[in-house]
Every structure is written in C-alpha cells, then in structure tokens.
C-alpha cells in the first residue's frame, strides 16, 4: 500500500485583493506553483499509489471564484479516472470550507468537509482515514471534539491515518527557526493525540518535518510542507512531498522533492540619496538576475515615503533582465510600502 501525501499548494496564487506591482511575475509565480501541484499528482500516478492525501490549504484564498476553482481542481480528474482515491480537507486559507458541489461528479475524492471517517480498501489493506477541516478557535477541546466526532474509534482497521489541519508543538518554521511552543492558544499538544493512528497528514506548517508522537514511537506528525516557496519566511526551505509505503508491517516515509525559486531580498540604504544613485545601486544586481529568481529590494532608512528619492519603479521593472518576480518594499517606520 502506497500513498502520496501533500499539502499547503495554495492554488491560484495569483488571485490577491489588492493588485500586485508586478503582475506578471506574480502570474509567473502562480503557474510554477500550479506546476508542482500537477508533478505532485503525476508522480502518484506514476509510481501507482493507491491513495492521495491532500491535508488543507489546497487555494490560495477563500474568495476565489467558481470558474477558477472548477480549473483549479482539474489535476483530480486524473485521480479519479485512474481510480486512485483522494482525500481533502479545507485548510485555513479556504477558511475551514469549500463550495460544497466542487467535487460534485468526481469519484472517489474523500472531502472531509466536516469531521468524518471512511473505511478504505487499498491494495489488501483495510485503511482507515479520518479527518476534519481547519479549526480556528479553542483548538485545544475543538481538536479533541471534531476527531471524536469523526467516529473513527468504531472502525477497525489495518491502518488509520488522521488527516488534519493544525499546528502541533514543537513544529518548526521560518529562516531563525521559531518552534511552537504547547500551550499556546493556536497549537494542539501532540501528546493529547490519541494513539490511534499509524500516520498523522497534516498540514498548515510551510517547512517540511516530521515530529515524533511523544507517548509513541512510530507514530509520527508529518508535514509534507508546501510545494513551493510561499513567502520569503521560506527562502531556504527545500519544497515537495511525501510518499508513504507499508514495508514490513510498518508505514514508511519518504520526502520527493519538487523544483524551487531561487529567493533573494536586497536591502538599500536609500533615504536622503539621489533616485539616480538607488537606481543605479538597483541596476549593480542584475548580473546577478535569472528567470527562477524571485527577488525583493528592502528600501530603507526613512520612517515616511516622504524620506526616499521618486523613484519610477515600472521603469525599473521595464528596464531589467527577467526574473520570475521583483519585488519592492520601502520600509515607513515599521510598515512595508509595496511598488
Ligand atoms: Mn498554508
């Protein structure tokens, strides 16, 4: 038995309130985000899993519109027609729900829109998934009370598998390395997870790691991570998925890792001088330009836009070599003015 496990691919990533200043880039972005998205479903099909496990955060936003969804979700048609079973839950970014017909004709994709459980045979195995979507508030009863609801305790199965959408203590992220600490009003203790399960899905956490039950050896918290760098938090971060696969008994892991943008931020002292001298501080990076990179210029020095010299961004952008996406940010006290 052999499955793939992803999360966080924040489909339509283009699709933000206010208009990027690099549109195009930001439409650049977005298709590479969608392509390792489809690589990830290729690869199941590819090796022949008997399940795919999508742990929340499948769109970028809530808001996205119904047209773009429905071309969205087109990699499940594969699965479907395939007979290679998928299961779903809303993460935060769809704020704990989805359209509820969006999946509506497909067969065989699992949406655990509220908690459920389901029984599976896969490859001579009883499997046994629950799961529940994003849970935003008091998550430390809501965890315990949304996994109760799912019923999963009357199934028996030969292997059980929770999907979730939270974050557990002790997860890791960002480029200082912040964990988690238990306590916290948005974090579930991995100690109050019931033993249940062979495998814990989970998602919401952009760097990929596996952290250990801590009353259970074997049992593991995995986050596959997201499938390409979101933010700038997660430059360094090495982006994929995970495959699982029952060896002797036991369900064993692996990470596959997907293509990455190459990130980079550029800070310029740049109150009080010259537009010329910026622009040409500016223009001293392009050599090093590629069209993988998505790069970001820190203006600062000033506490107000007023401090930096008129500079013609779109100019800018016109005039340098392509890069998947150039960003630039002029620090005004503690707040980021985006051209
Ligand atoms: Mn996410």
């Known amino acids: 038995m052999k499955f793939i496990h992803t999360a966080d691919t924040h489909l339509g990533f283009e699709l933000i309130k206010t208009a990027p200043p690099d549109e195009a880039g930001r439409k650049r972005r977005a298709q590479s985000v969608f392509d390792n998205f489809v690589a990830a479903v290729e690869h199941t099909l590819a090796v022949e899993a008997d399940l795919f496990i999508h742990s929340g955060d499948l769109f ?100 059980n598998i929770l999907v979730t959408h939270q974050t557990f203590d002790e997860a890791l992220v960002g480029p200082v390395g912040f964990r ?52 700038f938090a997660e430059m360094d971060e090495e982006k994929g998925f995970v495959e699982g696969e029952v060896i002797n008994g036991r369900i064993e892991t692996r990470f596959i890792p997907l293509p990455a943008w190459e990130m980079k931020i550029v800070e310029i002292e740049a109150a009080g001088r010259s537009p010329r001298e910026v622009e040409n501080t500016i223009r001293d990076q392009f050599r090093r330009f590629n069209q993988g990179l998505v790069i970001r210029f820190n203006l600062v020095g000033g506490v107000a836009a007023c401090d930096y010299p008129e500079i013609d961004f779109c100019r800018m952008r016109a005039e340098m070599p392509r890069v998947l996406e150039c960003q630039f940010a002029i620090r005004a006290k503690t707040r980021w003015i985006h051209r």
């Not at 048609?77 to 809303?90: C, E, F, H, R």
């Not at 459980?117 to 499997?127: A, D, H, K």
């Not at 062979?198 to 990929?208: D, K, L, M, Q, V």
């Open 60 to 159: 970028n936003k809530y808001y996205i519109v119904r047209e773009k969804l429905d071309a969205l979700i087109s990699p499940f048609d594969a699965l479907s027609k395939a007979g290679v079973p998928a299961v779903i839950i809303p993460g935060n970014h769809e704020r704990s729900e989805f359209p509820f017909d969006l999946f509506h004709g497909l067969r065989g994709i699992y949406v655990l829109d509220r908690p459920k459980s389901l029984l599976l045979s896969l490859n001579g195995y009883s499997v046994g998934i629950a799961g529940f979507p994003f849970i935003k508030d008091h998550v430390k009863s809501s965890f315990l009370n949304a996994l109760n609801a799912t019923e999963y305790a009357g199934q028996r199965s030969d292997f």
């Open 180 to 231: 988690f600490k238990a306590g916290r009003p948005d974090t579930v203790s991995r100690d109050t997870v019931p033993l249940d399960f062979e495998y814990i899905a989970a998602g919401h956490i952009h760097r990929y790691q596996v952290l250990p039950h801590p009353l259970k050896p074997g049992l593991s918290f995995v986050y596959p991570g997201s499938v390409q760098r979101m933010s």
